[in-house]
């Protein structure tokens, strides 16, 4: 491992914002340092925790989750938000796939779904972070009208995703196959991810769908 990694992963364990799905007692440390309300939105495969950060600042009555199974990844959201002081921000180390075991169900009002891995081979589709086993933990853990915001620059993996959500009988608030050429796209809270910029210096199309069960 990178040696500037292994620092950021060493040191992102004692920031006080971080916590870890392998701590006993990790359910309780997050609503501990978070506002008191026990909803929270999540940011999935968060990486820098873009949307966690920049939303927890524009929603301070609400708390913001990023997770992401790279810890140190996670460092610069996690710094970010310290130093902005967002008490409503919190970052997971943990894989998307153990949600259940540590969040209530009904207890998440929005799910982000930033430019998540692809996953190609067909033999790992069921790792896609919009598979429909992770629809159904999501349906699991969203509240009555929880939307989920899903954005892709890959369109395979788009095609993919909105095939699933329609097989699952989700309702689709709004897609685009071109995001920011969208004229009806209204983004009340888009936010661009660190991922996003290099795919949008590259001139690719950046791919988004909203829905909710
Ligand atoms: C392509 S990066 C995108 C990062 C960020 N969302 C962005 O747009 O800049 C995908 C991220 O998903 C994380 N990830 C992949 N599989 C995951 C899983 N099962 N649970 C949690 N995070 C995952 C990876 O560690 C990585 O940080």
Not at 5 to 16: A, D, S
Not at 147 to 160: M, R, V
Not at 175 to 196: C, G, M, R
């Amino acid at each position: 491992m990178a040696r500037t990694k292994q620092k950021r992963l060493l040191k992102v364990k004692e920031l006080p914002n971080v916590f870890s799905s392998l701590d006993p007692d990790v359910k309780d440390a997050i609503w501990n340092y978070l506002k008191s309300t026990d909803a929270c939105t999540l940011e999935l495969g968060c990486g820098h925790g873009d949307y966690s950060v920049e939303l927890a600042q524009i929603f301070p009555d609400r708390n913001f989750i990023g997770v992401d199974v790279k810890g140190a990844r996670i460092f610069n959201g996690a710094l970010k938000a310290i130093e902005r002081d967002l008490r409503n921000a919190a970052f997971l180390i943990a894989k998307a796939e153990k949600l259940r075991d540590i969040f209530k169900q009904k207890s998440v009002e929005e799910i982000f779904i930033p430019f998540p891995d692809p996953h190609f081979r067909r033999a790992n589709q069921n790792k896609r972070l919009i598979s429909s086993s992770f629809l159904d933990m999501y349906k699991w853990l969203l509240t009555e009208d929880g939307q989920i915001h899903f954005k892709t620059d890959n369109q395979e993996l788009f095609e993919y995703a909105l095939k699933t959500i329609s097989d699952f009988g989700c309702k689709i608030i709004f897609s685009s196959e071109n995001l920011y050429k969208s004229e009806e796209a209204k983004f009340p809270s888009n936010v661009i991810t660190l991922f996003e910029k290099y795919y949008l210096k590259e001139g690719r199309r950046i791919k988004y769908v909203c829905f909710k069960f």
